[in-house]
T-cell receptor, first 116, second 112 residues
């Protein structure tokens, strides 16, 4: 069975500092990996995804994540955070099914709090 | 602007009531999902549907049922609400074979 572990439930950081949110997964088959972000009182939005190809993927707002198959990790990083990055971040893993649907399995979430 | 709409943002129900949570999407997506979100547990899949009238159990289906009579609408039903079903419920949809989920804003249900 697949599972996702987010190693930190909360990450406090000062504005303009770098941040890393850690994610490890377990699966015996090829997987696809995602990071979703949830701003206060909103639903989840896709931040970035790894399906194939380059192991380093980037989002439009400066986040990046690297797929590391040997360490079964997909950590999320940003070199300089802003107050507006305060949100909860969810790592997710998916495997395709023959029925044409792809179920996402989510981690417990990491709450990023950016302080001035 | 395409979206997934959940009918209620906040809901308070009594123990034993039958509760309906509604979700509508306007993107012609084949797949629809219901998750519940609890602190420290992340999102857990309750049920999903990959076509009209088709449904599959997720990881925590006990105490819930679903209905999908039309492609755009996916309803989650709590047959007899209990306090341990107090949670945030999130609906999502996607195209067949797509990995891109679109989420609704959620319904925060409190069972008293």
């Amino acid at each position: 069975a697949q599972s996702v572990t987010q190693l930190d439930s909360q990450v406090p950081v000062f504005e303009e500092a770098p941040v890393e949110l850690r994610c490890n997964y377990s699966s015996s088959v090829s997987v696809y990996l995602f990071w979703y972000v949830q701003y206060p009182n909103q639903g989840l939005q896709l931040l970035l995804k790894y399906l194939s190809g380059s192991t380093l993927v980037e989002s439009i707002n400066g986040f990046e994540a690297e797929f590391n198959k040997s360490q079964t990790s997909f950590h999320l990083r940003k070199p300089s955070v802003h107050i507006s990055d305060t949100a909860e971040y969810f790592c997710a893993v998916s495997r395709s099914h023959s029925g044409g649907y792809n179920k996402l399995i989510f981690g417990a979430g990491t709450r990023l709090a950016v302080h001035p | 602007d395409v979206k997934v709409t959940q009918s209620s943002r906040y809901l308070v129900k009594r123990t034993g009531e039958k509760v309906f949570l509604e979700c509508v999407q306007d993107m012609d997506h084949e797949n629809m999902f219901w998750y519940r979100q609890d602190p420290g547990l992340g999102l857990r899949l309750i049920y999903f549907s990959y076509d009209v009238k088709m449904k599959e159990k997720g990881d925590i289906p006990e105490g819930y049922s679903v209905s999908r009579e039309k492609k755009e609408r996916f309803s989650l039903i709590l047959e007899s609400a209990s306090t341990n079903q107090t949670s945030m419920y999130l609906c999502a949809s996607s195209f067949r074979d797509s990995y891109g989920y679109t989420f609704g804003s959620g319904t925060r249900l409190t069972v008293v």
